[in-house]
């Protein structure tokens, strides 16, 4: 999937563990496409923190616990959709102090700037707080499942390591333009029809083979890449 989308590399950051990464790097083609080891960090109040070139999972639970433990495996600290509501560390329903919350941003590395889970408005703030503290900034897919691997990406002027971490340009899919102007609708009329298929298929049984036949489809696409900034 990461050749199919015409990536050079990926990281891989599952949450709250490395194992993941360090299965896939047995069987990953290193000469060819970067694989770049992490971890997702899920902290005392459901927010998140990324570290990247890990050595090992990060298991402290408090935003300046996790900095440190990122830095003193030599990793960058990345972070993800940071005013996303319910799991950004400058999100509504973060509960770190605004002392630690400035700190965070002072030492962080990288800021994600577009993500194309968050509403264009959180990727909006995120971009503005890059600019403000002047950090490295990346755009990432937040992928879960294979098919959205690519649907955002970051594109870099070498080979990364965390000395050379050079971001040229974020980049995300042409849909966010369409989420620009559909970030204020109302979730129930934007939602609605999908949760009306999605109840009838389940009743019928045909949820898991339609998300299955939906995924593959989905797999086969190539995401149409436009310049986010």
């Known amino acids: 999937m990461t050749r199919r989308r015409g990536l050079s590399g990926i990281a891989l950051t599952d949450h709250d563990t490395m194992d993941g990464y360090f299965a896939l790097k047995q069987i990953w083609p290193a000469d060819e496409l970067q694989l770049i080891s992490g971890?997702?960090?899920t902290l005392?109040?459901?927010s998140h923190i990324i570290g990247l070139f890990l050595r090992e999972t990060?298991?402290?639970e408090t935003l300046r616990d996790v900095i440190a433990e990122i830095k003193a495996q030599g990793g960058l600290v990345y972070l993800p959709h940071p005013f996303r509501e319910y799991s950004g560390v400058l999100g509504a329903a973060a509960q770190h102090s605004a002392e630690d919350r400035a700190w965070a941003v002072q030492n962080s590395d990288i800021i994600e700037v577009y993500n194309r889970k968050c509403t264009a408005d959180e990727n909006r703030l995120?971009?503005?707080l890059a600019d403000d503290y002047s950090k490295g900034f990346a755009g990432g897919s937040d992928a879960h499942r294979k098919h959205e691997i690519g649907y955002g990406c970051t594109?870099?002027?070498?080979?990364?390591s965390p000395t050379e971490f050079q971001t040229l340009e974020a980049l995300g899919l042409a849909e966010v333009v369409a989420a620009e102007q559909t970030a204020h609708r109302e979730p129930n009329k934007k939602r609605g029809p999908r949760t009306?298929?999605?109840n009838l298929l389940k009743n019928s049984g045909l949820l898991k083979p339609a998300r299955t036949l939906r995924n593959h489809w989905l797999s086969n696409q190539q995401p149409s890449l436009v310049r986010y900034r």
Request: positive net charge; glycine residues 4%; contains cysteine.
């Open 39 to 41: 971890c997702e960090r």
């Open 58 to 60: 990060l298991r402290a």
């Open 196 to 198: 009306v298929v999605r």
């Open 126 to 128: 995120a971009l503005k």
């Open 44 to 46: 005392f109040d459901k």
């Open 155 to 160: 594109v870099f002027g070498a080979r990364l």
